[in-house]
Nanobody, 120 residues
Framework: QVQLVESGGGSVQPGGSLRLSCAASGSIFSINAMGWYRQAPGKQRELVARITSDGSTHYADSVKGRFPISRANAKNTVYLQMNSLKPEDTTVYYC??????????????WGKGTRVTASS
């Protein structure tokens, strides 16, 4: 009933920028949090950045100061501004949302992923 649609991935040179977008739609009463995850080869999936309903943010140490996360609440959309991209940032990024579809219920939803490549 809830869908997350990601966009903004692509290929850039190291040092370049991309902005990822994730729009949630469907049966949504409220959204507790939205964020971005990635999984690099040989590593577990990790949180990149997350923003909660009160505006609090959390970042992976590797992206602090480079990847600010923001919201457009009226559109149920979250953005990840990816600056100073490094080759090690290359992977697929997945949008995640913790959603209250109706009162007293919550669920985690995932997007299909958008690929980010930073290489010369």
């Amino acid at each position: 009933q809830v869908q997350l649609v990601e966009s903004g991935g692509g290929s850039v040179q190291p040092g370049g920028s991309l902005r990822l977008s994730c729009a949630a739609s469907g049966s949504i009463f409220s959204i507790n949090a939205m964020g971005w995850y990635r999984q690099a080869p040989g590593k577990q999936r990790e949180l990149v950045a997350r923003i909660t309903s009160d505006g609090s943010t959390h970042y992976a140490d590797s992206v602090k100061g480079r990847f600010p996360i923001s919201r457009a609440n009226a559109k149920n959309t979250v953005y990840l501004q990816m600056n100073s991209l490094k080759p090690e940032d290359t992977t697929v990024y997945y949008c995640n949302a913790n959603i209250v579809p109706e009162p007293l219920r919550r669920e985690d939803d995932w997007g299909k992923g958008t690929r980010v490549t930073a290489s010369s």
